[in-house]
């Protein structure tokens, strides 16, 4: 059986950012003048281009090492469908040969990441429902 090596808390943190991300819409208003607090926080679901969440998966991201951002590309790949957990060697050889520094970014602008990287854990019998994530 293919061994991860990235944790699965660090997959699920990932998984659980990018959600974050996924649900923000567009800025209803550019300039509100008005008090949060009276406005609901709905702020917090518009998507800036200054978005701490972003920033913060951004960060996460660029904190990993070679390894761990090549599982997470794997296990993208993965979970899309794109191979089985049978071929995990030979996806890590290809993982490998394409790989670039630019794999946050590639990650970042993947869409349906988070279903993607669950996919991908769930054909290595985990799931992010198992984790604790306050420690990361």
């Given at each position: 059986?293919?061994?991860?090596?990235?944790?699965?808390?660090?997959?699920?943190?990932?998984?659980?950012?990018?959600?974050?991300?996924?649900?923000?819409?567009?800025?209803?208003?550019?300039d509100r003048g008005s008090?949060?607090?009276?406005?609901?926080?709905?702020?917090?679901?518009?998507?800036?281009?200054?978005?701490?969440?972003?920033?913060?998966?951004?960060?996460?991201?660029?904190?990993?090492?070679?390894?761990?951002?090549?599982?997470?590309?794997?296990?993208?790949?993965?979970?899309?469908?794109?191979?089985?957990v049978d071929d995990w060697?030979?996806?890590?050889?290809?993982?490998?040969?394409?790989?670039?520094?630019?794999?946050?970014?590639?990650?970042?602008?993947?869409?349906?990441?988070?279903?993607?990287?669950?996919?991908?854990?769930?054909?290595?019998?985990?799931?992010?429902?198992?984790?604790?994530?306050?420690h990361l």
């Amino acid at each position: 059986m293919a061994a991860l090596r990235i944790s699965p808390e660090k997959v699920c943190f990932v998984v659980v950012k990018a959600r974050e991300l996924d649900v923000k819409v567009a800025p209803a208003e550019l300039d509100r003048g008005s008090n949060p607090t009276d406005d609901q926080m709905v702020q917090v679901l518009e998507d800036y281009a200054d978005d701490p969440t972003f920033e913060e998966l951004r960060s996460f991201l660029e904190a990993l090492n070679d390894d761990e951002l090549e599982d997470l590309l794997a296990l993208t790949w993965l979970g899309r469908g794109d191979c089985g957990v049978d071929d995990w060697d030979e996806v890590m050889e290809e993982v490998r040969d394409v790989r670039e520094r630019r794999t946050g970014d590639y990650l970042l602008g993947t869409p349906l990441l988070p279903d993607y990287l669950e996919g991908g854990l769930a054909e290595f019998g985990l799931s992010c429902d198992e984790f604790e994530l306050g420690h990361l």
